[in-house]
């Protein structure tokens, strides 16, 4: 009976190792497919609170930016945009970088990547609480995102696109029809600080606000109640020759 047994457990062994050499595609994608559930939640480098540019620096000094190197950004990078665009900096009561009417927070920020150091492509919604990405789309959809943005190159050229949406609820319920003007006002704050925030860090960028809105809503599967305001492509600048 032993014997048996070790016979039909060496036959199965052979078989998964066969299996193994000979359909290496298989080995590939399930490789895939976990990297990608691993990249489901992505916990972000903290952000750096100095720099050796001065704010009075980085006003004078940004401009907007259309054309981008094809070149990745780094994940921390990409934090430290994240962090100056919704980041928490009053951990206690929840005070962040952009003011907000009443703290109420209606902006939602997502990341379209295209091209970042040790992340897949695909769409992230920017978590401030944690300082992290939570996945929601795979895939580089930067070139569908264009299209909603009357073909806009520097969407598609891009390694990193921002997409500021807002939830207008959050604000309205308590404000009324007056929280309509003051979610546009944070979306402002919130855009500056990218604009200067990038500028630090020697990056380039441009806000976008020519799109259609239930084509962006439809490319990155927003909810039905949640409003594009903001398409942000974020790069390497490009050095006139």
Not at 86 to 114: D, H
Not at 181 to 201: D, F, K, M
Request: proline share 6%; hydrophobic share 40%.
């Amino acid at each position: 009976m032993p014997i048996k047994f070790l016979g039909g457990l060496i036959f199965i062994l052979l078989i998964i190792i066969l299996s193994w050499l000979l359909f290496p595609k298989v080995r590939l994608i399930s490789q895939k497919q976990k990297e990608l559930m691993n990249q489901q939640e992505i916990i972000l480098p903290q952000p750096s609170k100095r720099s050796e540019t001065s704010i009075e620096e980085t006003l004078s000094e940004r401009r907007s930016v259309r054309e981008y190197k094809d070149e990745p950004l780094t994940l921390q990078e990409i934090s430290q945009i994240l962090w100056a665009a919704q980041g928490i900096t009053a951990p206690l009561r929840g005070g962040r970088t952009a003011p907000s009417a009443g703290a109420l927070y209606p902006l939602e920020v997502y990341l379209i990547a295209r091209k970042v150091d040790g992340v897949e492509p695909g769409v992230y919604r920017y978590l401030p609480e944690g300082h992290k990405l939570n996945r929601v789309l795979e895939g580089d959809v930067s070139d569908s995102l264009c299209g909603a943005a009357l073909r806009q190159a520097s969407i598609r050229e891009a390694p990193v696109n921002l997409v500021i949406g807002a939830l207008y609820e959050r604000t309205t319920r308590k404000y009324g029809e007056r929280g309509i003007r003051y979610v546009h006002l944070e979306a402002g704050h919130a855009a500056q600080n990218i604009y200067l925030q990038v500028q630090s860090l020697g990056l380039g960028t441009v806000v976008i606000g020519a799109f259609d809105d239930e084509e962006v809503k439809e490319v990155l599967n927003l909810p039905e109640e949640e409003i594009p305001l903001y398409i942000i492509p974020v790069g390497k600048i490009v050095v006139a020759k």
